[in-house]
């Protein structure tokens, strides 16, 4: 039977939405940058660019999207393990709505792995969402307006002035191209906060059978 939860569906439904904004406002308090709509819907967007480009069927695609939406809600526990609670929080409430069981596993299962400390790919749904997640840097994330007052992680996305992730022609690359604004934040800095981000993202592309490349300000990094 088909599950009437559908992306569309989730973006309806109240009570997630305001989890989405509370986490986000709960990391507002705390000084992060933005991982409100703005953040999950491009993640989405992401994430479900990949999977289709690959071939995926039409609800593969569907689950990673309604993962990525959902993705940060544990954020309104705490920033400390919130993929783990997250994905707790998401269990009980895709459950309520009467989920297939196996369509809760695969979107819990990629909300818990898609931190950095404690992740891994372990199915195309997780390995999208990873991917999705991780290359979402830009300016418009920066909540601070006062440059004299940044710390390295605003610094460095304020410095990103564009960022664009697309699978190759050949489909075997997935590529992060960015072009920062030097003057701004290094592209040192910017792995000194991104590199185990970058290496999941590898991690990530590897498990969907692609290689992880990376271009910065029109030079091939990785």
Sequence with gaps: MASIVTYKYIKQNPDIMEYIRRADKALEAQGYTEHSFAHVEKVAATSSM?????????????LVKIASIMHDIGNVINRVDHAQSGAVMAFRLLDNLSMPADEICSVISAIGNHDEGTGQPLDPISAALIIGDKTDVRRSRVRNTDLLTFDIHDRVNYAVERSAVSISDDNKSIILELTIDTDISSVMEYFEIFMDRMLLCRRASDYLGLQFEMIINGSKIL
């Design 50 to 62: 990949i999977l289709t480009s690959l071939g995926y069927n039409e609800r593969t695609v569907e």
